[in-house]
């Protein structure tokens, strides 16, 4: 493939989109990614308006932040390499058993990129997200890839040292935010001593990080290696830190059941995936000479119609050309193994010519490379994550959710919420209230009994219906109010009409003088996993007006919000039921 071929929006919109990934700040205002890209501001702004359009970007007027949406880049590097799926399970087990972090992370250029994290809950936590990348020389992984590094890495991995491009020394918008290294040691001698431990690891199958992330923080690592040829895929690591163990003493205690987790991975690893998947979907791209959690598979992928559409009435403000290459992006995360030229065209309906030049794009941005030596099968590369994924990892419920609220409290005048179902009580998980002298007074973390609440009802409503009656026959139902209903056949007779309704409307039943709505919110599955509500004085709004006017509003933001859950997929921990 002929790299004059490249679709220049596409170069320019995923440098646009790299530069406010990097940027540490939330919303980033396009003057700043002009300077970071070095575009031009009529280029970078029609980036952003595409970008928006696509539902990749959110914005407030002035400042771009990314969307959920976002979360479909990186899914697709972890859906078609099957890594996480593969091998969480056997982390999981692993933390388990030594009641410690334990992190898999696989090689992507001079780095470490981290694709499965499971922390455990302490007040000294490890803060790495997956997607997060760190310098090989400053982790145990990074000295177990270093002795399979090309020579084409080794040199891209000695320029950066010797330009000083040392993650936490400010330099760097590539790798995870560090502590600068003490001391601030020549290049040279950080090189020498990478080069001893790169060698040692080698021999003795595992490596040692005593400290080189940051004082406190230590780690030992083993590899995970294909059948086929050895080549090193993985690194799987346990973390502590020295208020626990010593370096040495984590290797003691967790060496052994460590190599034995690696073994079993690989036998997963090799009955699950093709070894020629295995060999290069963590490999960087041959030849390219760029320096530049478990994943879902894409459903639904948008078609060549749909992507060309709003070219009508957008204009010069909607890059085509970026929006196909976006999708063709996703679309490589459709299989595993591998996908040929006509894969690609057949799952995004474009035409075999403008699906070629964006593969050619991808590639040479390091994004995508091709499996065999004929060039016939593209997969996405690790890089991809570097396009958002650990940024929205780090989201909570209510970050994610509060900017819908906020819109739809505006559009009704009336105070938002969100919750999910904890036992026999719903748990506020976010709020936005209105000003008004009389308000109720509930903040995030508030509980309330789920029967006598619409949200409580929304979620009850969704239950198996085995599950709902045993919650209900396990529930005190007394009258919070005058008007609450507590006799069990008529609140189970209610919640079948709320399930058929698809919402809930609770008339003073918790409270006199509170009358509330509610919707379902639902995650990547399908499944009703938290409620959404407007809350609103009796006196003020009555109940037929409120299914005439606020309902509208209310289901508008439940699918929105849904959505936007559907795009964390498994990344938003909403806590159990």
Request: charged share 25%; hydrophobic share 45%.
């Amino acid at each position: 493939m002929a790299a004059t071929d490249s679709v220049a929006p596409l170069e320019r919109g995923l440098a646009v989109l790299r530069a406010l990934c990097a940027s540490r700040e939330d919303a980033v205002r396009p003057g700043d990614l002009v300077r970071e890209t070095g575009l031009a501001r009529s280029t970078v702004d029609r980036v952003l308006s595409t970008l928006t359009h696509l539902d990749y970007l959110r914005t407030d007027g002035r400042a771009f932040s990314l969307a959920p949406r976002a979360m479909q880049f990186g899914n697709a590097y972890l859906a078609a390499s099957g890594l996480p799926d593969a091998l969480e399970s056997f982390a999981v087990r692993l933390a388990d058993e030594l009641d410690e972090s334990v992190s898999v992370a696989v090689p992507d250029r001079d780095g470490a990129r981290f694709v499965v994290q499971i922390p455990r809950r302490r007040t000294m936590t490890l803060a790495f997200r997956v997607g997060d990348l760190l310098p090989a020389e400053r982790c145990a992984p990074g000295a177990l890839f270093a002795p399979h590094w090309s020579t084409e890495q080794r040199a891209q991995w000695s320029r950066r040292l010797t330009s000083r491009r040392l993650a936490g020394g400010g330099a760097s918008t590539t790798f995870s935010p560090l502590p600068p290294v003490p001391g601030s040691p020549p290049p040279q001698e950080i090189e020498s001593a990478f080069d001893e431990r790169a060698t040692t690891a080698a021999k003795a199958g595992w490596a040692l990080d005593d400290q080189l992330i940051e004082p406190g923080l230590i780690a030992v690592a083993v590899p995970v290696r294909d059948g086929t040829d050895g080549r090193v895929v993985a690194a799987v690591s346990v973390v502590s830190h020295t208020s626990r163990h010593s370096a040495e003493s984590l290797r003691d205690h967790a060496l052994g059941r460590l190599r034995e987790a690696a073994r079993r991975m690989e036998d997963e690893l090799a009955g699950s995936r093709e070894p020629a998947t295995l060999r290069r979907a963590s490999s960087p791209p041959s030849g390219s000479g760029s320096s530049t959690g478990s994943g879902q598979a894409p459903r639904g992928l948008p078609t060549a119609a749909l992507i060309d559409e709003p070219k009508r009435d957008l204009g010069a403000h909607y890059l085509r050309s970026l929006a196909r290459g976006l999708t063709v992006l996703v679309a490589l995360g459709s299989r595993r193994g591998g996908m040929t030229l006509s894969a690609v065209a057949d799952a995004t309906g474009l035409p075999r010519a403008t699906a070629r030049r964006a593969l050619i794009t991808l590639r040479e941005e390091g994004y995508a490379d091709c499996l065999d030596a004929e060039g016939r099968l593209f997969v996405p590369l690790p890089a991809v994550l570097e396009l958002g994924y650990a940024r929205l990892c780090g989201r909570g419920i209510e970050e994610l959710v509060r900017p819908h609220l906020l819109e739809l409290s505006t559009q009704v005048h009336e105070s938002t919420s969100v919750a999910v179902l904890r036992g026999p009580e719903i748990s506020y998980v976010a709020r936005v209230a209105t000003s008004r002298i009389m308000q109720a007074a509930i903040t995030v973390g508030t509980r309330f009994p789920a029967y006598a609440t619409s949200m409580g009802r929304v979620l009850l409503a969704a239950l198996p219906s085995a599950e709902r009656d045993a919650r209900l026959a396990a529930t005190d139902l007394k009258p919070l109010t005058r008007f609450t209903i507590t006799d069990p056949a008529a609140l189970a007779a209610l919640l079948q009409h709320v399930a058929a309704d698809g919402y809930a409307l609770v008339d003073q039943e918790l409270e006199e003088g509170l009358r509330s709505m509610a919707a379902p919110i639902r995650d990547h599955r399908g499944r009703v996993v938290a409620a959404v509500n407007v809350s609103m004085h009796a006196g003020r709004i009555d109940a037929e007006h409120a299914r005439e006017t606020v309902l509208p509003a209310l289901a508008r933001a439940a699918a929105r919000i849904s959505a936007d859950l559907a795009a964390m997929g498994d990344r938003l921990d909403l806590g159990a039921a």
